[in-house]
């Protein structure tokens, strides 16, 4: 720099100037937009990663009373219990200042999108004779169906909306359903086998040129 008295007189200085980079913040899971997306009842852990030694803290931007964030820490969990579409997320702020120098701080926000969890229920018999065919049905239309018989080996048995199946004796069955969000959602149904009535026909003794009948 030339500095210039009030005579006239002039000098040079140099000055030197420390310029200290922010910190650059980063997230995991690194998704689009800052932004995840989860079903009711699914826990979430979110890690702020920066590229220098920094001291981090998470505030929550719409004032939430859980989770609870430790002092300086880079992550934090959430179980969410109310659904929060593309419209209105969950948002979250954390706060990365430089731990030598200047202290420089950085600030971004993370996104969670929350979807309700899906309705999933099985109709159908809850009793059929034995030998017959049995059909059940998902309630629902879903992307996904995964149909199997509960305390079996977990083979599946149809990956369609809808189980038929020849009954021998009490079983029970469970479908797991994946939503078109993701979400999946379970549920099971129990099936009474009857048996088939048995029975002799006993014939009446009758006189020549009567109707002849049967008794059970």
Known sequence: AIIVGTAGCSTDKTFTIDVEKKPVISFDPNTEGNTSRICIGQAITIKAIT????NMNWTSKD???SPVFSTNSSQFTLTPTAARGLENPYK????AKSKTGKQCESKEIYQIVVFDKATNRIVGDSAKCVESTLTLESEGTFKSYSWTEVGASGTVLSSAKTLSIKITEDKSFALAITNDNG???HDTFKVKAVPVPKFNLIPDEKCEGLAATTRV
């Open 51 to 54: 590229d220098q030694e920094t």
């Open 63 to 65: 004032n939430l009373s």
């Open 92 to 95: 979250f702020e954390v706060a």
């Open 183 to 185: 979400c999946e959602s």
